[in-house]
């Protein structure tokens, strides 16, 4: 089947009722960090998760004047395994995609921060020494230096979304915008944190989700500087209390990315501008739940079932509109049982068109130059795996699906 419909979709509409995919709560009793966690659960879903600097305003702002400690989801596994992440929230690291040198990157345990070596190498170093570092800025226009491709189903940028393939085909985003995404070598040294604070004040974060191509266009500026570099990568043994795996952190600038960690408790300190200290568990303090307005529901149903199931019960099936409800979404979809899970797009053969069933959704077609055929029974589905990307699916297969409230 020759399948090569385009799909427009308005931006700036906005199907959760106040453009929320999730509420904080915060709960003024003081308990340890287990026993708030259990309260959470049982009240509402889960200790707070922050996914990026807009939540950490939020989480500020719900503290009503409270100016002390509150604990939030992160916990430090015991004796867990090290993980690399990249700086910037939204861009998976993906380990076929590293450059380390011949014996970087062993889990020493001390070295957690990752650094741009002359021959554009990369190795890990202490994140409390100091180096040079590279900043990533996504707002300014003009000359595209390099083009980074976030993780998560492409970019998704203005909406423009293309088919391609054939029976199965794959949703993919492309970014419209000229998107002008620029690397900053700052000449001043600092350690990984204060880098990354630095960077996320003045551009957008220290380098992230780098490929090779990439770094080569970077070779010359580093000819001429010669110097080790910080840029995106640092790991840690934090986890998240609902299991997302979001690499946003928030340290203080004291923090210290070692092994002497192991089964602490993350607090947001709200009179140091909400950033996280580590603490024992043990200790009691205020906290701060949330309540998901994403919910995966584990039963294999057809596509019309699902939707009748989350009409019924929720609000809708989902709806998909920016990358931040992507990566929200896609992280529920992780946990699915199959290898698909719906949600609410489906193909309309009178207008010949995709449509989100969330009826404020306004979707423009961009018809197919060979009026290709699409059938009628196909609805789009989130594969659970890979990218997350979104497929055409037969509405009378099975799978788990994705409602919001
Ligand atoms: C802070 O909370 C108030 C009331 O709850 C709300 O009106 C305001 O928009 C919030 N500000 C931010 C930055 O979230
Ligand atoms: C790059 O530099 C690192 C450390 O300076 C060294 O270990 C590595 O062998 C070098 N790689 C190449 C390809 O020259
Ligand atoms: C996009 O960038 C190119 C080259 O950098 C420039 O020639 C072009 O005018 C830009 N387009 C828009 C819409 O800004
Ligand atoms: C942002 O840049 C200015 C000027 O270079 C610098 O003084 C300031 O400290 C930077 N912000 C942070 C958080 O480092
Ligand atoms: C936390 O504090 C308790 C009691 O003060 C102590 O027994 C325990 O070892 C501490 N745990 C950690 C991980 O430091
Ligand atoms: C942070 O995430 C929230 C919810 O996912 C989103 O509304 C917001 O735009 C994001 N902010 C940034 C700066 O990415
Ligand atoms: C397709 O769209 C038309 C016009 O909006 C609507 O009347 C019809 O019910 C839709 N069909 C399906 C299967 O959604
Ligand atoms: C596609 O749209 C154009 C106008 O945008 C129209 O002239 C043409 O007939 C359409 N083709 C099909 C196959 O619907
Ligand atoms: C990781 O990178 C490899 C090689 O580029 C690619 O084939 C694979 O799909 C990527 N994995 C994910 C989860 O993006
Ligand atoms: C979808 O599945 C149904 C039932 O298995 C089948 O009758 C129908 O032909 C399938 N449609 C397509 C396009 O594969």
């Not at 300190?269 to 303090?285: F, Y």
Request: hydrophobic share 35%; aromatic share 14%; net charge negative.
């Amino acid at each position: 089947m020759q399948w090569n419909q385009f799909l427009l979709f308005m931006m700036g509409q906005c199907c959760f009722i106040d453009c929320q995919l999730y509420e904080y709560l915060y709960i003024k009793e003081e308990k340890t960090w287990a026993e708030a966690q259990q309260y959470c659960r049982e009240k509402h879903t889960d200790l707070a998760t922050a996914s990026n600097m807009t939540d950490t305003k939020r989480l500020l702002n719900i503290s009503e004047g409270n100016m002390g400690e509150a604990w939030i989801g992160l916990y430090d596994q015991t004796a867990g395994k090290r993980k690399w992440y990249w700086s910037l929230p939204g861009v998976e690291f993906n380990e076929s995609e590293t450059n380390w040198a011949s014996g970087e990157a062993l889990d020493t345990g001390s070295e957690n921060c990752g650094f741009i070596g002359k021959n554009l190498t990369w190795g890990d170093y202490y994140c409390d020494l100091k180096l040079y570092f590279l900043c990533y800025d996504d707002q300014h226009e003009g000359r595209v230096t390099t083009s980074l491709k976030t993780g998560v189903g492409g970019d998704i940028g203005d909406g423009f979304m293309m088919a391609t393939g054939e029976d199965q085909c794959s949703f993919l985003f492309e970014d419209k915008r000229n998107a002008s995404q620029e690397l900053y070598f700052i000449n001043e040294m600092k350690t990984w944190l204060e880098a990354q604070s630095y960077c996320r004040q003045n551009h957008t974060d220290l380098a992230s989700g780098l490929n090779q191509v990439q770094l080569k266009q970077l070779n010359n500026a580093f000819q001429s500087v010669r110097m080790n570099t910080f840029f995106g990568p640092f790991r840690d043994t934090w986890r998240w209390s609902d299991g997302s795996s979001f690499s946003f952190r928030h340290w203080n600038l004291q923090f210290n990315f070692k092994e002497f960690n192991s089964g602490q408790c993350a607090m947001t300190v709200l009179h140091d501008e909400g950033r996280w200290k580590n603490a024992n568990c043990t200790v009691r303090k205020t906290f701060i739940c949330y309540d998901d307005k994403v919910i995966l529901i584990k039963e294999k149903k057809n596509w019309m079932d699902a939707l009748s199931y989350c009409r019924n019960n929720y609000r809708d099936l989902v709806t998909i509109t920016n990358t931040d409800e992507q990566r929200w979404v896609q992280e529920k979809a992780k946990k699915a049982s199959t290898p698909f899970v719906w949600i609410g797009l489906r193909f309309n053969c009178t207008l010949n068109v995709w449509l989100w069933v969330c009826p404020e959704m306004v979707s423009y077609t961009n018809n197919a130059s060979d009026g290709g055929t699409d059938d009628c029974h196909m609805s789009g589905a989130m594969e659970t795996g890979g990218q997350h990307k979104w497929f055409q699916k037969n509405g009378t297969e099975e799978f788990n699906f994705i409602c919001f409230c």
